[in-house]
T-cell receptor
Framework: DAGVIQSPRHEVTEMGQEVTLRCKPI?????LFWYRQTMMRGLELLIY????????DSGMPEDRFSAKMPNASFSTLKIQPSEPRDSAVYFC????????????FGQGTRLTVV | QQQVKQSPQSLIVQKGGISIINCAYE??????FPWYQQFPGKGPALLIA?????SEKKEGRFTISFNKSAKQFSLHIMDSQPGDSATYFC???????????FGTGTRLLVSP
């Protein structure tokens, strides 16, 4: 099992540009989570999906952030337009089913907005 | 009320020593308390977890102590090794909630 796969691992972009982060959850997992990690705020849950349906996006900081899960094996987190304060490590995680307590994390995407 | 407070922010322990990280919570609905370990450049990974029906859980050198009345739980790493150097996050959730509420993390350095 390859685990949760995220791409790219690193992204440097200029302020105002659109950024798309990608995630492939573990095969057979039905829940997917997007987290953001910063020194100041730690690990924050942005949004999560059950069976490809967004359940709770209350952690999404602003309308500039959007997430989709078109199928069970792929999700994207998009920031448009990006700002320097969006610089962080973004993690995708998946769990086997809704209500499961263990989440399996990907290696993260380090985003730098200059 | 959904917060989990973690301390210390950083910790330096000599090889062979005991590392202790503490967490406190307010929401009495929480019924699952995991600890995640994160190495540089990697995502967090589940290390050990406890439910409030027991006061202690041990897995190898790692022990969770849980005090329900005080709403506190802690991670003890016995015989700490340089390979344990990582950031440790406590978390909490409750059945059906599905969200993990993470503490702010503790950066542990075990000196050789």
């Amino acid at each position: 099992d390859a685990g949760v796969i995220q791409s790219p691992r690193h992204e440097v972009t200029e302020m105002g540009q659109e950024v798309t982060l990608r995630c492939k959850p573990i095969s057979g997992h039905n829940s997917l989570f997007w987290y953001r990690q910063t020194m100041m705020r730690g690990l924050e849950l942005l949004i999560y999906f059950n069976n490809n349906v967004p359940i709770d996006d209350s952690g999404m900081p602003e309308d500039r952030f959007s997430a989709k899960m078109p199928n069970a094996s792929f999700s994207t987190l998009k920031i448009q337009p990006s700002e320097p304060r969006d610089s962080a490590v973004y993690f995708c995680a998946s769990s086997l089913r809704a209500g499961d307590t263990e989440a399996f994390f990907g290696q993260g995407t380090r985003l730098t907005v200059v | 009320q959904q917060q989990v407070k973690q301390s210390p922010q950083s910790l330096i322990v000599q090889k062979g020593g005991i590392s202790i990280i503490n967490c406190a919570y307010e929401n009495t609905a929480f019924d699952y308390f995991p600890w995640y370990q994160q190495f540089p450049g990697k995502g967090p990974a589940l290390l050990i977890a406890i439910r409030p029906d027991v006061s202690e859980k041990k897995e190898g050198r790692f022990t969770i102590s849980f005090n329900k009345s005080a709403k506190q739980f802690s991670l003890h790493i016995m015989d700490s090794q340089p390979g344990d150097s990582a950031t440790y996050f406590c978390a909490a959730t409750y059945t059906g909630f599905q969200k993990l509420v993470f503490g702010t993390g503790t950066r542990l350095l075990v000196s050789p």
